[in-house]
């Protein structure tokens, strides 16, 4: 299984970007995906995860300014983040959970500055 992020890079405060994660080497649906992000010195959070049929759950911090989605055949989920501030500064990781294990991408960095 392998996981690869798009569409970090650097961005003011109140703009916006746009991440995508492909999943590859698997035959069939993943029933959970989303993304976790991770700043210097902090541990790794949650940002957003959507289940097969589109249920969704986001962290505390992003609600109301992050969309998380999914292609309805492919193994891809993709990430709209709105209104950036400066603290949603991270590296961020793509997650699948296949039978219970969680695979993870390499992340793409995200820098807003103020």
């Known amino acids: 299984v392998q996981l690869v992020e798009s569409g970090g890079g650097s961005v003011q405060a109140g703009g916006s970007l746009r991440l995508s994660c492909e999943a590859s080497?698997?035959?069939?649906?993943?029933?959970?995906m989303g993304w976790y992000r991770q700043a210097p010195g902090n541990e790794r959070e949650l940002v957003a995860v959507?289940?097969?049929?589109?249920?969704?759950a986001y962290g505390d911090s992003v609600k109301g300014r992050f969309n998380i989605s999914r292609h309805k055949i492919k193994n891809q989920v993709y990430l709209q983040m709105d209104g950036l501030e400066p603290e949603d500064t991270a590296t961020y990781f793509c997650?699948?959970?296949?039978?219970?294990?969680?695979?993870w991408g390499k992340g793409t960095l995200v820098t807003v500055s103020s």
């Open positions: 997650n699948a959970r296949i039978y219970g294990v969680d695979y």
């Open positions: 080497g698997i035959n069939f649906s993943v029933n959970r």
């Open positions: 959507i289940i097969i049929g589109g249920h969704t």
